[in-house]
């Protein structure tokens, strides 16, 4: 199956229901996202019937909202032509059976899911990458969904940290709590923004996010949020939205890697500003080392190895004769 890179940040274009139910905006959408550089866009399949009972407010907008399958064959075809894997919200397993039978790369849970343990079930037994939403769910359930994903597979699982609340208040971001639920359930975590659209920290939040440890961001896309089309509320206009994958790019580069191994550059500063043990007069061979010939400075030539410290040499025996201003190593000692 097409995994999700997680080797850096992965960008998700969360489309939604940006597209109002018309092909040309769907596709349009997608190549802004490809041309911003994202890694991934997402959909949403669902039928009404999935989503809610009739007398629901929303329940007419549903069927509204629905494209055939020659249009979502051609959404998929395009972002793949892109380079870009496709994820889609699935809300039913005939929307599952649906959008597996139609190309996406893998699935997302809506929040609204995280305790339907039959359509988890069914998503897990796909074995393709699963994005599993935790805002709004109780630790317990989380921790349920995922048991239940990998009991009919071997799903990869990215946990989504973030909910929508048309907008979502800055104050509940609770960006702290990516790293808890990384600890907890020992899996890499991302993070769905959902801010005004409108304000800077739509365009922050996400690299925010990254520096609090999120492995993925997903961020809603739109082609124009003045007309106020579906999921606008936190949707960013294309330039925005490319120019937080740039802003995230550079937040990748900052962070760099987390082994503790010095890069080519940080042991070019090392040599030239670390301080090692030196001669501070011509020592003998044989003569014992005290506090008055030894001392610690900065030198042109650096030897391989470690610097000895103070302590180390005092009350040794040279070893050779050392000139003045020669470092000191622990061959030269006995």
């Known amino acids: 199956m097409n995994e999700l890179n997680l080797d850096r940040i992965f960008v998700v274009a969360e489309m939604a229901n940006a597209h109002d139910g ?75 059976d649906r959008a597996d039978r139609l190309g996406m790369d893998g699935f997302k849970i809506h929040n609204a899911d995280v305790s339907n343990l039959g359509l988890l079930r069914q998503v897990g037994a796909k074995n393709k990458q699963v994005l599993l939403s935790t805002g709004g769910s109780l630790w ?25 609340s048309y907008p979502t208040k800055l104050s509940d971001s609770h960006l702290r709590r990516i790293e808890t639920l990384r600890v907890k359930f020992d899996l890499p975590v991302g ?81 030239t500003h670390k301080k090692w043990l030196v001669a501070t007069r011509d020592i003998a061979e044989g003569e014992v080392l005290d506090e008055d010939s030894l001392a610690l400075k900065r030198i042109p030539d650096v030897p391989s190895g470690t610097p000895l410290t103070y302590e180390s040499a005092l009350g040794k025996r040279a070893s050779r004769l050392i000139l003045q201003h020669e470092p000191i190593q622990r061959k030269d000692l006995h």
Request: proline share 4%; with cysteine.
């Open 22 to 96: 018309r092909i040309e905006d769907a596709l349009a959408i997608v190549d802004a996202a490809a041309n911003a550089k994202a890694d991934a866009v997402k959909f949403q399949m669902f039928t009404p019937d999935e989503l809610a009972i009739p007398s629901f407010s929303y329940y007419e907008l549903y069927h509204k909202l629905q494209m055939p399958d020659e249009a979502w064959i051609s959404l998929v075809e395009r972002a793949h032509g892109h380079g870009l894997l496709v994820l889609c919200d699935v809300f039913g397993l005939e929307s599952l």
């Open 140 to 164: 317990s359930e989380t921790a349920k969904a995922i048991k239940t994903l990998r009991s009919e597979g071997d799903p990869q699982i990215i946990l989504m940290h973030g909910f929508q």
């Open 191 to 271: 993070y769905a923004g959902h801010v005004d659209g409108g304000t800077d920290e739509a365009s922050l939040l996400p690299i925010w996010a990254v520096s609090a440890g999120a492995d993925l961001v997903e961020v809603h896309l739109t082609l124009d949020r003045v007309k106020e089309g579906g999921d606008w509320f936190s949707s960013l206009d294309p330039e925005p939205f490319k120019q937080m994958v740039v802003q995230l790019r550079a937040m990748e580069t900052a962070l760099g890697s987390r082994k503790l191994e010095l890069a080519e550059d940080e042991k070019a500063y090392r040599n």
